[in-house]
């Protein structure tokens, strides 16, 4: 089995990496090293069936390349910041978008006839229902990057139902865990060491957020691939919990045994086309025997941690 | 009041055309040509408020200069062709989904503050609720053609987020009519004019679809732009009918007075990614004070009336 991963020197592809390669298979990863690092790749390098593949599959003739021989393509590569930025509108059409169809064109030119997608729970928009079910009422999208995220959700259907391929699309939640390098977590970390007295809060703080350990995102991965039949398979990724902005605050001071003064920027959402409330209903994936081991607390602490002892981190993401 | 139609030149946008025109507006048509025809807008030419710009969408400067000025977009402009194209994957991608990027992109950067926009009842892909009503639960896409325009629906509401735009998002049934270019009618005529004693039929005859007669659709529209307030308003468009191909076949025949013998390619759908099955609940269209005034039975022979005094269209569309 050889298995192509995009993205696989992010966070959750370079874990996936080393989950792929310590199952027995052969792994390109593919990566344009724009926000992946080197450093998460070390422990995989030293494998004979580990390939790198520098490359940004805006060319898409570099990852039809890429491709050639593989079995099956984890495409977690993608614009991963979902913050709405107006000084760069066109980021997430390029970075996801157009990069999907790219992998799509790849897949069928090579015929590689399965994919597991990182899709997101911001594709929901702010849900009339929660917790949100994946066959909830057609929402409105509130972020170009759910916007971008659908997008590629609807090309990869549609290449199942026209070239006959098969998909697993994932709408996580954050991921948290060893190797984070972005988001709410990151974030505070960041600013609390710059400055252990203050720390500044967007929104009103009371955003109810959802997160999942990377190890049991990677657990509940590979069991859907292993037993959802469908030709497309959408799955929410998350646990049964949620927490305010304000008390993973609480989590990170105490762990840091910090007393900053806390500020906030005001309203409801942190940013244009923030979600004050992300709760995915994980039914779906749990009726196919998965459960996941980590709570949100758990998480947030195994980041922490694995920070604290990984500052090279902070600088190589500035 | 200033408005630029893209695809002005278009079956349904040169009667929009025409419409704005009536209604005392200065009209924009922007069209690249390849499926748009001059002839459509010989009347318009005659009025001083229609302004032609011969251009392509897939070059953002070319839109963002013609939409100087301009208070109000209807984007029309697309891929119109549902029927997937093993040969042609990336024509969706290019021809609506950039596209509609580019032009949002134009309308920000010249502060328009509002668009039209021509979505479809594809995005639907194979309901599973039928009628389907805006806010059905989330589809599986089928066809690239429906995946693009959902991709386009979900960059116009992040931009109405984003950049406080307003949008009115309509879901059309197939659109017949005078000035009709494409098509279950239009193949259905021109094969007949080929060869009066045979038609060899897609699938087998029994996909039920909806139909709306252009001025219909046009009330509709303005009606909904003068009194949906939303930032976004997804609107279905269409009647409370449908018919069987077989049904719109025999519509045809007995018009043309024809007895062709019948073949059927065979399968319950006319082509990949084809709906077996297109019906759309408009209760929400109709709760605003529209109504269809004609029915799928008068649009059709309107549209074959109209064909038949106008074969010059049968070879420019070839």
Redesign the interface.
């Given at each position: 089995m050889k298995a192509l991963v995009t993205g696989g020197a992010g966070f959750i592809g370079s874990h996936l990496v080393d989950r792929l390669l310590q199952e027995g298979q052969s792994v390109i990863t593919f990566d344009n090293f724009s926000t992946g690092q080197r450093q998460f790749l070390e422990k995989a390098q030293t494998n004979d069936r580990f390939e790198l593949v520098e490359g940004d599959l805006i060319y898409e003739e570099q990852i039809e390349a890429a491709m050639f021989g593989v079995d099956f393509v984890w495409h977690l590569a993608a614009n991963a910041d979902v913050r709405?930025g107006?000084d760069r509108?066109?980021r997430d059409?390029e970075q996801n978008?157009?990069v999907t169809?790219n992998v799509?064109?790849a897949m069928?030119k090579n015929k590689v006839r399965g994919i597991a997608f990182s899709s997101t729970g911001s594709v929901y928009?702010e849900a009339?229902v929660i917790p949100t079910p994946?066959?909830?009422?057609?929402?409105?999208?509130?972020?170009?990057y759910?916007?971008?995220k659908?997008?590629c959700?609807?090309?990869i259907?549609?290449?199942c139902?026209?070239?006959d391929m098969q998909a697993w699309i994932f709408r996580f939640v954050s991921i948290l865990g060893e190797r984070y390098t972005h988001g709410h977590i990151f974030d505070f970390y960041c600013r609390l060491l710059n400055d252990p007295d203050h720390l500044h809060i967007l929104g009103n703080g009371k955003q109810r957020k959802s997160y999942l350990y990377i190890h049991d995102c990677l657990n509940a991965m590979f069991k859907a691939i292993e037993v959802a039949p469908d030709a497309?398979n959408?799955l929410n990724l998350g646990t049964d919990e949620y927490v305010e902005v304000n008390d993973s605050v609480d989590l990170i001071t105490d762990h840091l045994e910090l007393k900053p003064k806390r500020s906030y920027a005001g309203g409801e959402r942190g940013w244009?086309?923030d979600n004050p409330f992300i709760f995915l209903k994980c039914d779906r994936m749990r009726s196919l025997g998965w459960l996941p081991e980590h709570s949100i607390h758990d998480g947030i602490l195994k980041t922490l941690k694995w920070l604290e002892q990984n500052h090279w981190v902070l600088a190589a993401r500035k």
């Open positions: 709405f107006t509108p066109r059409l978008t157009i169809a799509l064109e069928r928009g009339s994946e066959d909830c009422p057609m929402p409105v999208q509130t972020s170009l759910g916007a971008s659908l997008a959700e609807g090309m259907s549609a290449y139902e026209g070239f497309v959408v244009i086309g």
